[in-house]
């Protein structure tokens, strides 16, 4: 395995080498060079510059949309206008490219108010308001850099990600997550990244996961696969459970993190066999999935200033102590190794990952290894879970 560009904490178990993720010709001759038999595309960014398509040209089996197709998450009024089409539930919506517009907008919805950049914007370009001066504030400034926003209805009730895993006709759910999408505990502050999830969630009924497949995952693929642009690749649904049932919130086209730590961490089906069969047509055929018991959750420890302005270069400590825990495992995001000193050098910098045989457990433990990491000044949330862990949260 090779991975690129990879990080501190990945580069103790395999190769990383350093390819322009920007451009899809070097991904794919890196590729050709290595012969290797499947490219996993991990993020928005290669993906929308069309690392997918290059990588297909060639006749080299590739886990990731094509550009066209990951047009999904790179465009949130294109990813409507397919839900549309697909008859699939989710907020309603217009897209405004004036202040005038996007005024009405907002009233003709009332408070709360939801504003979303149209483009990529790295899980930050969401404002979710009841003040409607920062509302119409955040609309302003994506249209001063010639951008165009979403103004939605607010959706009430528990958020849930589901990974839809596509080879372009047939899609195949994995277990359920919960992500923490606001910098402070009890929800408060800016949108981030995402500051820890857990997973599966015991308030989710599989008839729930069954429900989403058949009513959003599957009418996505196959409208992807009409229009001649088939999604290979994460169907990555945000939905939230309303008190008027599932609605999409959005789309994505890849892993979410940190849901992805949780969820692959109780995955017994080898991932590789599972994204080769997807890459190349064949999840029909593929056995149906088997995972651990028990519960996963994972604690963001974010660097200090995420998720304004993370500050890098600072010395991280105390990860070998936290992983001596048993059943704990430290995902690096934002690290770098300098003259062999680990440092930050993103705003969300490790995801401290534990399981359980209870929720509650999966929680203390990831916890207490995250107080064992020390980096000046960061931050994390201590309510990971906890409202789930309590028995708090239902379905109607
Ligand atoms: P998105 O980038 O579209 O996933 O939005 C980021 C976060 O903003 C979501 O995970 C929700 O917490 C929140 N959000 C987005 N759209 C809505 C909506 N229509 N109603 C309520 N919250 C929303
Ligand atoms: N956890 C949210 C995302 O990956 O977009």
Redo the contacts with the bound molecule.
Sequence with gaps: MIVAPGNAGIAQVVECVSVDVKNPQAIADLATERDVDLVVVGPEVPLMAGAGDALRERGIPCFGPSKAAALIEGSKAFCKEVMAEAGIPTAMARVCTTESQAADALDAFGAPYVVKDDGLA??KGVVVTSDRTEALGHARDCFAVGGTVVIEEYLDGPEV?LFGISDGTTVVAMQPAQ?F?RVGEGDVGPNT??MG?YSPLPWVPDSTVTEVTERVLQPMATAMRERGTPFIGVL?A?LAMTSRGIRVIEF?A???????QVVLNRLVTPLGEFLLAAATGKLADFRALEWKPGFAVTVVLAASGYPAAPVTGTPIGGIELAESQGNTKVFHAGTSAIDGVLITSGGRVLSVTAEGDTLVQARELALAATAMISIDGSHYRGDIAQLAAQGGISIT
């Design positions: 790295a899980g990600s992500d999408k990244g995402g999830a990555y945000g994505n890849r892993f979410g993190d940190p849901e992805t």
